[in-house]
């Protein structure tokens, strides 16, 4: 599969590092000239100096011959036209562009066949605020994933000290028999598929696959305290900030929004019912303080600046928030402020990556959410008639090391698998890589799945 990437930047960076890892044919348009010495040094891909608005730089990019193009530039223009190039130059490319603006989002036709031809728009932006809003409706998670339109959740929960299963075997431990499935650890800069002899520590990162319905008795069952929530502080109210903002209202959450600009603050003032809207500095401990940080449960900082972002979660924590969630634009930076205790964090180009992997991924793939420090990835793929994974059970299935199923849906039936479990045609499977498996997974997937 050959992918032509526009733009270098951190959404494009991170995608095409990802894939070449993976052995994926990987080109990269980029005109500016830093940008692409990067890409030239860190990455084994092929590149090319220029625009991908530019048919001619396009073309020498391998256009005609391209599977899919990819226009992840920080210019929405750009993006667009460029999948208008490639929607002519070949006419049985897939292309998907990185969409921010919201008056492009809200005008559909623009993006159908008859027009621009895009296949995938992803808007960054939403899918953050989206993330944030699943968070909020389920505090005690630190993450939270939906397949399956919602029938299934993957939530990410840390191990406290006084959890039961610290330092037993999850065999040993009962895990909630077939309501609940430990999909994958993170532990540190590590990612585990484990196995019913693997050990829980205290702080581990566990993603659990739940129907959602039982996700009050996984929290139970893993030691997890409840947390009631009534009170969030929003610092930074662009687009992002006032959509979170927005919907908060509509869910009737006590909300505060603190932003340093008037206008701004007066729009949003005119169009919120319930939300209080502060102008001031997030940076201002006196005014943290006045605003009673230490009573709120959640302060969420979604400011356009990374560093202070941090800086306010930081301070927000010091002063006794409960909890903080904050956004990162750098993907680099996340294991870095995950180790000085900023741990929930939400990030618009990772969200971005997330919705592009699942149009790269070979065969009938559903959907990809790749896991804490992208070491592991959850997929959702569907089985159909011809596949040879149907009507035999799991555990006669070779799948390559460190990979597990977690889910198999069937209908409004939700299965938590065992060895003996069986796919039928049609099922929708969760499954668990780590990224050392996910190639040979993915021929395995080709082989035995019948795919677009």
Known sequence: MKIIIVGAGEVGFNLAQKLSEEGKNVVVVEKAPERLKRVDEELDVQSFHGSGTSPSVLKE?????????VAATDSDE?????????????????????VRNQEYIKEKSLFGEEMLGVDQVINPESLMVESIVR??????ADEIIDFVGGKVRLIGVTIPTTSPFVNRRLMDAGTAGADILVGAVARGDEVIIPRGTDKLKAGDLVYL????DNMRKAFKTFGIEEKPMKRVVIVGADQAGGSLAAALDKMKISTKIIEKDVERCTSLAESLDRVIVIHGDGTDKDLLIEENISDVDVLVSLTGDEERNILISLLAKGLGAKRTITRIGKLSYIPIVSAIGVSTLVSPRLCAIRAILQHIRRGKIISVAPLKGEHAEAIEAEALETSDIVNTPLSDIKFPPGVIVGAIVRGDEIIIPKGNSMVMPHDHLIIFSIRDSLSRLEKLLTVKLEYF
């Open 61 to 69: 990019a391998g256009i005609r011959e391209a599977d899919m193009l």
């Open 78 to 98: 750009v993006n667009l036209i460029s999948c208008l190039l490639a929607k002519n130059l070949n006419p049985y490319i897939l292309k998907v562009a990185r």
């Open 135 to 140: 968070l909020l409706e389920v505090p005690e």
């Open 209 to 212: 696959v739940v129907k959602p």
